[in-house]
């Protein structure tokens, strides 16, 4: 008798746990990207953006991403391979930098975290943030290192009602970045 009254109630569990997962894992494949300088890990689906589409996007701004990959929802993973100069000891004082700055730029920003991390070995300063952009609210992650002497910037970003889909994958895409060089 116990074990039909435990039946639906296992059932009940297995359903909402099911439901307690909305979104598909994210399957995530390595690339090689900036003349193979740099190997990470992108979401599968994600497309090298036209260099037309850029120019589009990019029209009135002052820079643009050296490459941009993207996917049909509105998510993105810029990188942006800088003149600046950059090597190891210069990550920590780039993230206080970057954070003033962002913090000044968008004051109505939620920052949720900030710093510097060791990633595959190397110093990596990084921003996470919910910031206004073109009247909607939009999830970035920001993250920073050197890459051959020079200052290389990733940003991932999408819309603010996917951030429960694309936040730790944009973490996973963080902690796989390598330097080939």
Not at 43 to 66: I, N, T, W
């Amino acid at each position: 008798m116990k074990n039909v009254l435990l039946a639906p109630v296992f059932c009940l569990v297995a359903v909402l746990l099911m439901a307690a997962r909305p979104f598909a894992e994210v399957e995530l494949v390595k690339k090689r990207v900036l003349s193979e300088r740099v190997e990470i890990l992108i979401p599968k689906g994600f497309e090298v953006m036209s260099e037309q589409q850029m120019d589009f996007l990019y029209a009135k701004a002052q820079s643009r991403p050296s490459v941009i990959y993207t996917n049909a929802s509105h998510a993105s993973l810029s990188f942006t391979y800088t003149d600046n100069t950059a090597d190891q000891d210069m990550v920590p004082m780039y993230a206080q930098n970057f954070l003033k700055t962002y913090k000044k730029q968008y004051p109505d920003a939620q920052f949720f975290a900030d710093g510097v991390k060791e990633v595959n070995g190397r110093q990596v300063g990084f921003i996470e943030m919910m910031k206004p952009e073109l009247g909607h609210q939009v999830y970035t992650l920001i993250f920073f290192t050197d890459v051959e002497n020079r200052l290389l910037m990733c940003t991932f970003t999408c819309p603010d009602r996917q951030k429960p889909e694309w936040e730790t994958v944009a973490k996973q895409v963080m902690g796989s970045f390598r330097t080939n060089s």
